[in-house]
């Protein structure tokens, strides 16, 4: 069974910093991604890393503030979050695709796999 969990949401003012991880269990090793989900707005990527932590991909809004990497020996992905803005609020999910040789990509419909998500909220 497939399971996806994530921890490290909270509260942090503007400027700060929090680390997002998501405890991976149940699938072969695939692409894995953080999308974001703000109230009345679309999920969205975020960051995205291959299988093996060799090519990781941010959307625009976030690149040079986040950093996405994995350790396959203990699957997790965590999502390191620096110079925190009030657009960065919303719920977090951790994603997974299903095949190892899967690329990273930005679409929702890409991930088959998701977790419950985490709330970070950012106040300004």
């Known amino acids: 069974q497939v399971q996806l969990v994530e921890s490290g949401g909270g509260l942090v003012q503007a400027g700060g910093s929090l680390r997002l991880s998501c405890a991976a269990s149940g699938f072969s090793r695939s692409a894995m991604a953080w999308f974001r989900q703000a109230p009345g707005k679309e999920r969205e990527f975020v960051a995205g890393i291959n299988w093996s932590g060799s090519i990781t991909v941010y959307s625009d809004s976030v690149k040079g503030r986040f950093t996405i990497s994995r350790d396959n020996a203990k699957n997790t992905v965590n999502l390191q979050m620096n110079s925190l803005k009030s657009e960065d609020t919303a719920v977090y999910y951790c994603?997974?695709?299903?095949?190892?040789?899967?690329?990273?990509?930005?679409?929702?419909?890409?991930?088959?796999?998701w977790g419950q998500g985490t709330q970070v909220t950012v106040s300004s």
């Open positions: 994603s997974a695709r299903t095949a190892t040789w899967n690329p990273v990509n930005p679409g929702v419909t890409d991930y088959k796999y």
